[in-house]
């Protein structure tokens, strides 16, 4: 068992910034308008919908579309899973994409959180042992403010050995890629890079190294938790395999626990059976049940650290190691610069390095790892666009696609571009107000009474160390967001 401590090595949180005045004008000034669009025909208008964001256009092209044609950015569509399989999912939304109309999804006030994670389409609580998790509570939910309590309490206490874990991980991660290059001329790095940061996070959550009491779990628990994390999400998702394959046996309908019921157990066991000051914490400081405690310790490793991780770490890797333009050098030069080796590398000195940060959020900005997020009216309000108000009704659903929204011309300069620079010096701090990629702006502070992701900054310091990291290893890398080709040692 590792030792914790309540000490945080975490830096202070940034100040709050004065957010800066919208270019648009304010909401008493700009027209009331019916929002444009339809649901279309009963099983009819959602099938179409489905087969255009899976198979005709995608959800890039989707969504696209259709800002064009109703010439607005807030717009009513349909959004999977739907029929014939899945009769207790509403797909109809209201899709919001700029900036300003997406921001009502975190006001706690007019929305409410309830069950919307993959919008009304939820997963069976077999997934999670019968126990509805956080992620899936309102913060009106006493158990929701228990449940964010106990998960920050996690973090705070893991931050004394966080750095220390996470790089021991990827030591063993960069061995990998190094040899499998000398060997086969390229690595394709996403599972030992799933590998290697599951170890890490169950070391740094639930106070355990795999290694040390499970090789088992800890050469298999990743693919374990890939195959539980795909069947909950897999009717949202779209694969890209041969169609009509996709759409007639991955999105017709919900997949039964009962297909990952053994792996989940493992993992469900593996922690009961060595996380015991994690979840005597739980119980007795947070007052959930032991079953909750585990649960909800599972999901959050599992599919908010873990899941994360898999799909924005590729990203991030593969933007550095396919640029051309300089970038690495500029980057590696400033890693160099405040750290003389990998002793030196911690929280703090990470936050001293704005290039690497910068490239990290416009990562974040670029490919967010999550790229849907729903909220549904708590009341009735009027919801405010760059151009537009509009009258929302309680009950309904919003639906924001982040890819799109985080692309919004009227707050991103050239935001079709990949600036490494965005996020540096004071104009680039003011921009972190409108960087949504945690249920919540960059500048938000995660509490019991909001649901913004309760490790957002260990996401942001963590990517950040495993860039500086890599440019204290090497001098250069080429590759992609699959595959490493070359490392350069550094000199």
């Known amino acids: 068992m590792i030792l914790r401590t309540m000490a945080s090595t975490l830096p202070p949180p940034p100040s709050p910034k004065t957010k800066p005045q919208s270019s648009s004008p304010p909401p008493s000034q700009l027209p009331l308008r019916t929002i444009p669009g339809s649901y279309g025909l009963p099983l009819l ?64 006030d007019i929305v409410e959180k309830k069950d919307v994670l993959i919008g009304d389409f939820r997963p069976s609580l077999s ?21 964010k309590s106990f998960t920050m309490d996690i973090l705070k206490r893991s931050s004394e050995v966080w750095v220390r874990e996470l790089l021991t991980n990827l030591d063993t991660f960069w061995g990998t890629v190094e040899s499998d290059i000398s060997q086969n001329g390229a690595a394709s790095y996403t599972f030992p890079l799933q ?42 998702v779209k694969i890209g395999i041969l169609q009509p394959l996709e759409e007639i046996f991955l999105h017709s309908w919900a997949y039964p626990f009962l297909f990952v019921a053994g792996d989940y157990k493992k993992l469900h066991d593996f922690i009961e059976n060595h996380a015991g000051e994690v979840i005597r914490r739980g ?17 959050v490793l599992g599919f908010n650290a873990y899941g994360g991780f898999s799909v924005f770490l590729p990203s991030l890797i593969g933007r550095i190691a396919g640029d051309e333009s300089g970038l690495q050098e500029r980057i590696r030069t400033e890693v160099r610069r405040v750290c003389g080796s990998q002793s030196d590398l911690n929280f703090r000195s990470v936050n001293e390095m704005d290039l690497v940060k910068s490239v990290v959020y416009e990562t974040l900005r670029m490919s967010p790892p999550v790229p849907l997020q729903f909220a549904r009216a708590r009341k009735d309000f009027r919801l405010s666009s760059n151009d537009s108000v509009y009258e ?33 010096g004071q104009t680039g701090s003011e921009l972190l107000n409108y960087l949504y990629w945690s249920n919540g702006p960059q500048t ?37 967001s699959g595959q490493i080709t070359a490392v350069e040692k550094a000199k």
């Open 127 to 147: 997934f999670t042992g019968g126990v509805r998790v956080g992620v899936y509570l309102d913060p009106t939910d006493p158990k929701h403010g228990q449940v």
């Open 283 to 299: 119980q007795e400081d947070f007052g959930l049940t032991r079953e909750e405690t585990i649960h909800n310790l599972l999901f």
């Open 444 to 480: 938000g502070t995660p509490s019991e009474s909001n649901k913004q992701c309760a490790a957002k900054d260990y996401v942001t310091l963590t990517a950040s160390l495993l860039v500086a990291d890599l440019f204290l290893r090497y001098d250069k890398i080429a590759g992609n």
């Open 392 to 424: 929302v009704k309680k009950g309904e659903l919003l639906c924001g696609y982040q890819l799109l929204v985080m692309r919004d011309k009227t707050v991103f300069d050239e935001p079709e571009k990949f600036k490494p620079d965005r996020f540096t």
């Open 195 to 236: 590998r290697s940061f599951f170890n890490f996070l169950v070391a740094a959550l639930a106070g355990v190294r795999p290694a040390d009491v499970s090789p088992e779990i800890s050469a298999d628990g990743y693919t374990s938790l890939n195959k539980w994390l795909a069947l909950q999400i897999i009717p949202t």
């Open 45 to 108: 208008g959602p099938l179409s919908d489905r087969l255009d964001y899976f198979w005709f256009q995608g959800p890039e092209t989707f969504f696209r579309t259709r800002i064009e044609k109703y010439k607005s950015t807030v717009f009513r569509t349909n959004i999977p899973p739907a029929f014939p399989f899945l009769g207790n999912v509403n797909p109809n939304i209201i899709a919001v994409l700029d900036v300003k109309s997406f921001s009502h999804l975190f006001d706690m």
